[in-house]
Antibody, heavy 121, light 107 residues
Framework: EVQLVQSGAEVKRPGESLKISCKGSGYTFSSYWIGWVRQMPGKGLEWMGIIYPGDSDPRYSPSFQGQVTISVDKSINTAYVQWSSLKASDTAMYYC??????????????WGQGTLVTVSS | SYELSQPLSVSVALGQTARITCGGINIGSKNVHWYQQKPGQAPVLVIYRDSNRPSGIPERFSGSNSGNTATLTISRAQAGDEADYYCQVWDSSTAGVFGGGTKLTVL
């Protein structure tokens, strides 16, 4: 069974750093791209970026370029998204999802359960 | 940047056909994918590459794409189809992009 299991909910202060994770299992991790999607409270889905475990080269949406860093450790089948200095506006649910299409140009056929990030002073 | 527009809400009577649209400039030249998201759950892929159903998705779900509009059609709507639905494409200027989402209500 394909599974993407994300790390648990986080509560942080503005200005703090954070790294959340997404571990894949049940498939060949290095053969699929892993993307990240943001969903702010009560709002829609936003495509953040995507990475290929084979070359660890991330692609970002212009809206998220410079705001987050996406990385991967294929030795442990895990992808990450990190923030160096959180803002209250980063409060959201973050989903990871996998895609078979190169370059992030396709669909997400499996999703993680989501990681809720709350940033509040 | 490339933008997708969806109606905020669509209502359908139980057992009837719901159609959810996704508008974008020349969207017919792109591959459109559709996701269903129920409250408190992660999204689920229901249609990929305009009209293809993943394994496990009922035949009641279908898709089409032409010109400036893609459409998700749900036949014989059931109470369990109530959810938010999102379209998604990839564009060279925007990377991945989602529509704003449509809330489907089954009456």
């Amino acid at each position: 069974e394909v599974q993407l299991v994300q790390s648990g909910a986080e509560v942080k202060r503005p200005g703090e750093s954070l790294k959340i994770s997404c571990k894949g299992s049940g498939y060949t991790f290095s053969s699929y791209w892993i993307g990240w999607v943001r969903q702010m409270p009560g709002k829609g889905l936003e495509w953040m970026g995507i990475i290929y475990p084979g070359d660890s080269d991330p692609r970002y949406s212009p809206s998220f370029q410079g705001q987050v860093t996406i990385s991967v450790d294929k030795s442990i089948n895990t992808a990450y998204v990190q923030w160096s200095s959180l803002k209250a506006s980063d409060t959201a649910m973050y989903y990871c999802a996998r895609s078979i299409v190169p370059g992030g140009k396709g669909w997400f056929d499996a999703w993680g359960q989501g990681t809720l990030v709350t940033v509040s002073s | 940047s490339y933008e997708l527009s969806q109606p905020l809400s669509v209502s359908v009577a139980l057992g009837q056909t719901a159609r959810i649209t996704c508008g974008g400039i020349n969207i017919g030249s792109k591959n459109v994918h559709w996701y269903q998201q129920k409250p408190g759950q992660a999204p689920v892929l229901v249609i990929y590459r305009d009209s293809n159903r993943p394994s496990g998705i009922p035949e009641r779900f279908s898709g089409s794409n032409s010109g400036n509009t893609a459409t998700l059609t749900i036949s014989r709507a059931q109470a369990g189809d109530e959810a938010d639905y999102y379209c998604q494409v990839w564009d060279s200027s925007t990377a991945g992009v989602f529509g704003g989402g449509t809330k489907l209500t089954v009456l």
